[in-house]
């Protein structure tokens, strides 16, 4: 068993980036194992859920006549727009029927306000709306967290950089994370992590 103030954040882990789904990271579903073995070790368990209205702005579809996988500028910054993914409802959006969610303590949903994205489990894509979670943390104690989840490129390295930001102690464990990877992005959130001083295990 972890101290009372280690938590375990799980990221993302929904139908929808699993194999099969509408934004599939390959080997989605392999990290279930060590995922659950983790959600009875910690006594502080968060999941962190995407949820996204049908008119989000980051889902291509809302934007006429730009491919999946681009990127345009939103008044935050660069986005980049995805296959529409994790609707509010839809099975997509549900957690993979594998990950033991019964275990967590808070479910934080995120990405819900259609004119803005939210990759990190702490701030949307702004770096300045807050989710909750960083007083939620506090309140109950913790002072390092475990990152595990999908995908170790976007929702991962987001929140185990603001995490760092916000003062936590962070670990993502990388056998527990699967990537997107598009056009080297694994590479260079591996290299931000470890330069902001994310111990990548
Ligand atoms: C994610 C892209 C869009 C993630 C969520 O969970 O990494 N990536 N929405
Ligand atoms: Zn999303």
């Not at 392999?30 to 959600?39: G, K, R, S």
């Not at 894509?125 to 989840?149: E, F, I, K, P």
Request: overall charge negative; proline content about 5%.
């Amino acid at each position: 068993m972890h101290p009372q103030t280690d938590a375990l954040i799980v990221i993302d882990v929904q139908n929808d980036f699993c194999p099969g789904g509408a934004l599939a990271v390959a080997g989605g579903d392999e990290i279930l194992p060590e995922v659950n073995a983790l959600l009875g070790q910690f006594a502080i368990k968060v999941l962190t859920q995407d949820w996204h209205p049908v008119t989000h702005s980051s889902f291509a579809d809302n934007h006429p006549g730009a491919a999946p996988f681009s990127q345009i500028d939103m008044p935050y910054g660069p986005q980049v727009l995805w296959p529409a993914h994790c609707v509010q409802g839809t099975a997509g959006a549900v957690f993979h029927s594998g990950l033991h969610s019964d275990a967590a303590d808070l479910v934080i949903r995120k990405g819900f306000r259609p004119q803005i994205d939210s990759y990190s489990a702490f701030f949307e894509n702004d770096h300045q709306t807050q989710t909750g979670l960083d007083g939620y943390l506090r309140a109950r104690g913790a002072s390092t967290l475990t990152l595990v989840g999908l995908a170790t490129d976007f929702c991962v390295a987001y929140s185990a950089l603001d995490a760092v930001r916000l003062g936590f102690g962070v670990t993502v464990r990388m056998q527990a994370c699967r990537a997107i990877d598009l056009d080297g992005s694994l590479a260079r959130a591996c290299d931000q992590m470890r330069a902001a001083g994310v111990i990548l295990a």
